[in-house]
């Protein structure tokens, strides 16, 4: 078998991969440190125990979980609230069904996809989706997703989250949130966490992207619910020992790092407007938080081309779909980064 190869990171690059590629901040690195630490997966954590009560106590609910990963938040939400042959219902672009359906492979569960417009269900159509009779199989979970990533971070009206949860709570039927990027939403919104938590049962959030956290994830809902969701991580492999260490910086992430994220949305807007004003050949969504999409069909070259030329210039993208490059804002990205961004982008157009 060949070994797989990775092109290293140029130097002083405009990382515009993802916010995933965020470093934990010096108050993190003095956090972890200090922190107190047990055996989590024996008989806890105390520093991981005061992030998810934290967490769950920000989004209304009575108990958090930390995970590895928002994948496997979303992957125990699931599992503790459906039984196998049953379906989850997710707007047709959600995370959770195009990058994560192989949890399905786990669950026993259908994915039931609702088309929407920027990663809002239809209602109607959800409706439709509701209904029991006949040869339909049981629903047992609805999932939205906020901020939307296949949408461009694009965020749920309250409105329509409201919406939602009714429908499917007037059912007895669960919501769960794919809150990875929710304090975009929130900062977006100008609200709380939990004024967005409150129309779904159970909530993920990432805490390595914009939040700048190193690692890891928490679940939060009822509190039954996380038991049986904290079980089934340890079956996943996913429960682990000292981690204290990396829960303390997700307690910081969430203790601090919400209100900067303003600074990512202004550096995404910076970057559309740079790009749309280059030629109509290449044209920029309007972010609403901190992911921008660049459309490159008119360009005249691939994506593939664009990724490699860009990173020549010195600026990392990532295609996203056939003609679509995503670029995602954080907090090491400056106005002089977008700048410099915009430049290669223009460099690159007028080589093409």
Same mark, same amino acid.
């Given at each position: 078998?060949?070994?797989?190869?990775?092109?290293?990171?140029?130097?002083?690059?405009?990382?515009?991969?993802? $916010?995933?590629?965020?470093?934990?901040?010096?108050?993190?690195?003095? *956090?972890?440190?200090?922190?107190?630490?047990?055996?989590?997966?024996?008989?806890? @954590?105390?520093?991981?125990?005061?992030?998810?009560?934290?967490?769950?106590?920000?989004?209304?609910?009575?108990?958090?979980?930390?995970?590895?990963?928002?994948?496997?938040?979303?992957?125990?939400?699931?599992?503790?609230?459906?039984?196998?042959?049953?379906?989850?219902?997710?707007?047709?672009?959600?995370?959770?069904?195009?990058?994560?359906?192989?949890?399905?492979?786990? !669950?026993?569960?259908?994915?039931?996809?609702?088309?929407?417009?920027?990663?809002?269900?239809?209602?109607?159509?959800?409706?439709?989706?509701?209904? !029991?009779?006949?040869?339909?199989?049981?629903?047992?979970?609805?999932?939205?997703?906020?901020?939307?990533?296949?949408?461009?971070? !694009?965020?749920?009206?309250? @409105?329509?989250?409201?919406?939602?949860?009714?429908?499917?709570?007037?059912?007895?039927?669960?919501?769960?949130? $794919?809150?990875?990027?929710?304090?975009?939403? %929130?900062?977006?919104?100008?609200?709380?966490?939990?004024?967005? +938590?409150?129309?779904? @049962?159970?909530?993920?959030?990432?805490?390595?992207?914009?939040?700048?956290?190193?690692?890891?994830?928490?679940?939060?809902?009822?509190?039954?619910?996380?038991?049986?969701?904290?079980?089934?991580?340890?079956?996943?492999?996913?429960?682990? *020992?000292?981690?204290?260490?990396?829960?303390? %910086?997700?307690?910081?992430?969430?203790?601090?790092?919400?209100?900067?994220?303003?600074?990512?949305? %202004?550096?995404?807007?910076?970057?559309?407007?740079?790009?749309? *004003?280059?030629?109509?050949?290449?044209?920029? !969504?309007?972010?609403?938080?901190?992911?921008?999409?660049?459309?490159?069909?008119?360009?005249?070259?691939?994506?593939?081309?664009?990724?490699?030329?860009?990173? %020549?210039?010195?600026?990392?993208? *990532?295609?996203?779909?056939?003609?679509?490059?995503?670029?995602?804002?954080?907090?090491?990205?400056?106005?002089?980064?977008? $700048?410099? +961004?915009?430049? +290669?982008?223009?460099?690159?157009?007028?080589?093409?």
């Amino acid at each position: 078998m060949t070994e797989q190869t990775f092109a290293p990171r140029p130097a002083n690059a405009v990382d515009l991969r993802s $916010d995933t590629v965020t470093l934990p901040t010096e108050a993190m690195y003095e *956090r972890m440190r200090g922190a107190p630490i047990g055996d989590d997966a024996l008989d806890g @954590d105390p520093t991981v125990r005061e992030l998810e009560a934290y967490v769950a106590a920000q989004l209304g609910k009575q108990a958090g979980l930390f995970v590895p990963s928002c994948t496997m938040a979303n992957l125990l939400a699931v599992l503790a609230q459906t039984q196998r042959n049953e379906q989850v219902i997710l707007e047709s672009t959600a995370h959770m069904y195009t990058s994560e359906r192989g949890a399905a492979t786990f !669950t026993g569960v259908f994915y039931h996809c609702v088309p929407g417009a920027d990663g809002a269900m239809d209602l109607n159509r959800l409706e439709e989706a509701l209904l !029991t009779e006949g040869m339909r199989l049981k629903t047992s979970l609805v999932a939205m997703e906020t901020t939307h990533n296949n949408a461009g971070g !694009t965020v749920l009206p309250l @409105d329509h989250m409201r919406s939602v949860y009714g429908m499917a709570n007037s059912r007895g039927i669960s919501v769960h949130l $794919d809150g990875a990027r929710m304090y975009n939403a %929130a900062v977006a919104l100008g609200v709380t966490p939990l004024d967005i +938590a409150q129309h779904a @049962d159970t909530v993920s959030l990432c805490l390595s992207k914009g939040l700048s956290a190193p690692v890891g994830a928490v679940l939060a809902g009822p509190r039954p619910l996380l038991a049986k969701a904290r079980t089934l991580r340890r079956m996943l492999g996913g429960a682990q *020992r000292q981690a204290g260490i990396m829960g303390a %910086a997700g307690l910081e992430a969430v203790q601090t790092m919400g209100g900067r994220l303003a600074e990512d949305h %202004a550096t995404a807007a910076r970057l559309s407007e740079g790009l749309n *004003r280059l030629h109509p050949r290449l044209s920029a !969504t309007v972010p609403q938080t901190n992911i921008v999409q660049v459309e490159t069909a008119d360009s005249g070259m691939g994506n593939a081309q664009w990724v490699q030329a860009l990173a %020549a210039e010195g600026v990392l993208t *990532r295609p996203w779909g056939v003609t679509r490059l995503r670029c995602v804002t954080h907090r090491h990205i400056g106005a002089a980064d977008i $700048d410099r +961004a915009v430049q +290669a982008f223009g460099r690159v157009l007028q080589a093409s």
